[in-house]
């Protein structure tokens, strides 16, 4: 019997190798067009504007500095995608809102612009046609401008497990955050003109089931078997990144930095389920001293101002000896006129008298 085993351990070590890369073969997956996310429909879903944007993103880095974590050594491999860059160009172009030129590589471009120079240049002194110039380059209306901001572990961890004469199971779970803000900047004075965040949670899930039971006298069964999924960060990083682009056309829309084509598209569903969740989501949280959450409120409408009444003013009274009897009119004589000296005699001696 012994013999019989060490043979077929034997057999299974000369052929494991071939048999392993057929089955990595067979179970392999091909590489695919592009993950897409769940706001990436609602982003190329927005109305058509009514001109397009030209808009530059020199650098959309990771501001977080942090590592990934390990238990076993000390890893130099970053938390989150240090391609955000990248990721805002292509939701900016999928969005059908803008323009974006290349900024991120521009030396690049500069020094190929100035190789097309030297060539041409050469090229004519050695008696060939006059080749027109290069056009200029594109420039920018608007920059982009922030970044990856914070990426917070464990925010939420927690789990359950049952066992039962050596038999049972359990289920781990734990969430990350990520945060992400994105400024549009007028290159003409330097002006921020809107600033949006967004925020994505990255789920990790771990469950497992497990037997440690005697079924006979020595005779020991254990068998265990398990499942984790975790999202990756970069997808979850792409999606914070089309969300803040699809949140920033909706905000500019309101605050009239750019127009729709047709201006009854304001009331699409793909917009005012935006200004749904907007007025769902904004909350007012409130923290003691040490930190911890203690309530969370609505954010109020804002209350009209009421304009205080005007306050009645007394008019002053006069005492009644101070008062000046308003003169009669003058008797007319039977010629219908009337001395004006002896007029004004008459009125400064009723002055004179209210005055004592």
């Given at each position: 019997?012994?013999?019989?085993?060490?043979?077929?351990?034997?057999?299974?070590?000369?052929?494991?190798?071939?048999?392993?890369?057929?089955?990595?073969?067979?179970?392999?997956?091909?590489?695919?067009?592009?993950?897409?996310?769940?706001?990436?429909?609602?982003?190329?879903?927005?109305?058509?504007?009514?001109?397009?944007?030209?808009?530059?993103?020199?650098?959309?880095?990771?501001?977080?500095?942090?590592?990934?974590?390990?238990?076993?050594?000390?890893?130099?491999?970053?938390?989150?995608?240090?391609?955000?860059?990248?990721?805002?160009?292509?939701?900016?172009?999928?969005?059908?809102?803008?323009?974006?030129?290349?900024?991120?590589?521009?030396?690049?471009?500069?020094?190929?612009?100035?190789?097309?120079?030297?060539?041409?240049?050469?090229?004519?002194?050695?008696?060939?046609?006059?080749?027109?110039?290069?056009?200029?380059?594109?420039?920018?209306?608007?920059?982009?401008?922030?970044?990856?901001?914070?990426?917070?572990?464990?925010?939420?961890?927690?789990?359950?497990?049952?066992?039962?004469?050596?038999?049972?199971?359990?289920?781990?779970?734990?969430?990350?955050?990520?945060?992400?803000?994105?400024?549009?900047?007028?290159?003409?004075?330097?002006?921020?003109?809107?600033?949006?965040?967004?925020?994505?949670?990255?789920?990790?899930?771990?469950?497992?089931?497990?037997?440690?039971?005697?079924?006979?006298?020595?005779?020991?069964?254990?068998?265990?078997?398990?499942?984790?999924?975790?999202?990756?960060?970069?997808?979850?990083?792409?999606?914070?990144?089309?969300?803040?682009?699809y949140d920033l056309i909706i905000e500019g829309m309101q605050e009239g930095i750019w127009d729709l084509k047709n201006p009854e598209d304001i009331n699409s569903p793909v917009i005012q389920n935006y200004l749904k969740e907007k007025q769902d989501t904004e909350k007012i949280v409130t923290f003691d001293?040490?930190?911890?959450?203690?309530?969370?409120?609505?954010?109020?409408?804002?209350?009209?101002?009421?304009?205080?009444?005007?306050?009645?003013?007394?008019?002053?009274?006069?005492?009644?000896?101070?008062?000046?009897?308003?003169?009669?009119?003058?008797?007319?004589?039977?010629?219908?006129?009337?001395?004006?000296?002896?007029?004004?005699?008459?009125?400064?001696?009723?002055?004179?008298?209210?005055?004592?």
């Amino acid at each position: 019997m012994k013999r019989v085993l060490n043979t077929v351990m034997l057999t299974a070590f000369v052929f494991w190798p071939g048999c392993g890369s057929e089955l990595a073969y067979k179970y392999t997956e091909r590489a695919t067009v592009g993950y897409t996310t769940a706001i990436h429909n609602d982003l190329i879903s927005l109305p058509a504007p009514k001109e397009k944007i030209v808009v530059a993103v020199y650098k959309f880095r990771d501001q977080t500095g942090q590592y990934k974590t390990s238990a076993q050594a000390t890893t130099f491999s970053t938390a989150v995608t240090q391609g955000a860059t990248s990721m805002l160009n292509k939701a900016l172009e999928d969005s059908g809102w803008f323009i974006p030129i290349e900024r991120e590589g521009l030396p690049n471009l500069l020094n190929e612009r100035q190789i097309i120079r030297s060539t041409r240049t050469q090229y004519a002194a050695e008696g060939g046609a006059q080749l027109p110039p290069l056009p200029p380059l594109l420039y920018a209306g608007v920059l982009l401008e922030g970044g990856i901001i914070s990426y917070d572990t464990n925010i939420i961890t927690g789990g359950l497990g049952v066992i039962y004469f050596g038999a049972g199971g359990s289920g781990h779970i734990r969430k990350d955050q990520v945060t992400i803000y994105l400024r549009l900047v007028s290159t003409k004075n330097g002006q921020v003109l809107k600033s949006v965040s967004t925020t994505k949670s990255i789920l990790s899930r771990e469950v497992d089931f497990g037997i440690y039971r005697f079924i006979r006298i020595k005779r020991l069964l254990e068998a265990e078997t398990g499942l984790s999924t975790n999202e990756p960060p970069s997808i979850c990083v792409l999606e914070a990144v089309e969300k803040a682009v699809y949140d920033l056309i909706i905000e500019g829309m309101q605050e009239g930095i750019w127009d729709l084509k047709n201006p009854e598209d304001i009331n699409s569903p793909v917009i005012q389920n935006y200004l749904k969740e907007k007025q769902d989501t904004e909350k007012i949280v409130t923290f003691d001293r040490k930190g911890r959450l203690v309530k969370v409120d609505d954010v109020a409408e804002p209350k009209e101002i009421q304009k205080p009444e005007p306050e009645e003013i007394e008019e002053p009274r006069i005492p009644e000896e101070m008062k000046i009897e308003e003169p009669n009119e003058p008797e007319k004589k039977d010629d219908g006129s009337m001395d004006s000296i002896s007029r004004f005699i008459r009125l400064y001696r009723k002055h004179d008298e209210a005055v004592k």
